[in-house]
């Protein structure tokens, strides 16, 4: 019995050890990123749509756009790190070109953290509402840079 016992041990080792065997936790893994990442920009994406209902003039309340502009600079600024290796399958608008051209997603990235720290310093310095939307012009455009070549049209 306990040869037996030792048997299986050493067989369970094995399988579990194996470089390249299955490992369902991966993928658990990848999906929770991925999903984590959805949630990251969702949220950014929320605090931009509420800085662009003031600029646009459709809310007069000014109270959060500090908080607002804050919540972009955060998000962004490791969105990088929400795209490991292992991450392009699965329920995701992430096309194949941010692992190809890793550089140019990461120069990308930048500019859009810089923008976003932009935005953050003119809220921060007026209350001026056309330069609040001139430079949130400017991040959406540097967000265009990201989402024309690296994801999914939708």
């Known amino acids: 019995m306990a040869r037996k016992n030792s048997i299986i041990g ?9 470089p390249g ?3 369902p936790q991966a993928a658990d893994e990848a999906k929770d990123i ?4 959805q949630n990251v920009m969702k949220g950014v994406g929320a605090h931009i749509n509420n800085i662009a209902a003031v600029a646009k003039g459709k809310i007069t309340f ?3 756009l500090i908080s607002d502009a804050q919540g972009i600079v955060n998000g962004l600024a490791t969105t990088g790190d929400l795209f490991p ?4 399958g699965g329920k995701t608008n992430a096309l194949s070109s941010i692992w190809e051209d890793r550089s140019g997603f990461e120069k990308a990235l930048r500019e859009s953290s810089e923008r976003a720290g932009q935005l953050l310093e ?3 310095g007026s209350n001026d509402i056309k330069e609040i939307g001139t430079a949130l012009g400017a991040l959406g455009k540097s967000c265009g840079k990201c989402h024309e070549p690296y994801r999914k049209k939708m």
């Not at 290796?85 to 392009?88: K, M």
Request: glycine letters at 8%.
């Open 10 to 18: 050493t067989i369970l080792a094995l399988v579990l050890f194996i």
């Open 21 to 23: 065997s299955p490992n």
């Open 34 to 37: 991925i999903k984590f990442r």
């Open 62 to 64: 000014q109270g959060n």
């Open 85 to 88: 290796d292992g991450t392009d």
């Open 122 to 124: 003119v809220i921060q």
